[in-house]
């Protein structure tokens, strides 16, 4: 995490110790210590929120971009079998062309 050490943790505590001084240090600490809860407790909110909001579990292993592979999806788009005579005319399997209702 950045980097730090219980070294390093310990001279940024020895620092503050003295900018801040010994008298209005505990209240410093209280303080950050009560956004870091607060920060806590807005960040589980919003993963309920959002768990609410999606309703079912999503696989997110399935929406991984590092599995899709170009190669893959063009062998198999070409690799499909080709539409039937009347899906290629625009109209539904087994009806002609011509005998579609207009929607306009």
């Known amino acids: 995490m950045l ?41 589980a909110g919003l993963k309920a929120r959002v768990d609410d909001e999606l309703g079912e579990e999503i696989d997110w292993q399935k929406l ?18 080709p539409p039937a005579a009347g899906e290629r005319a625009g109209g539904r399997a087994g009806e002609p062309a011509g005998d579609r209702a207009e929607t306009d």
């Open 3 to 43: 980097g730090l050490t219980f070294d390093k943790i310990v001279v940024v505590g020895v620092i503050a110790a003295f900018v801040v001084g010994p008298t209005r240090l505990p209240g410093y600490a209280a303080a950050i210590g009560a956004f870091v809860r607060r920060l806590r407790q807005t960040a």
């Open 64 to 81: 991984d971009p590092r599995r899709y592979d170009p190669r893959s999806i063009v062998r198999s788009a070409l690799l499909d079998d």
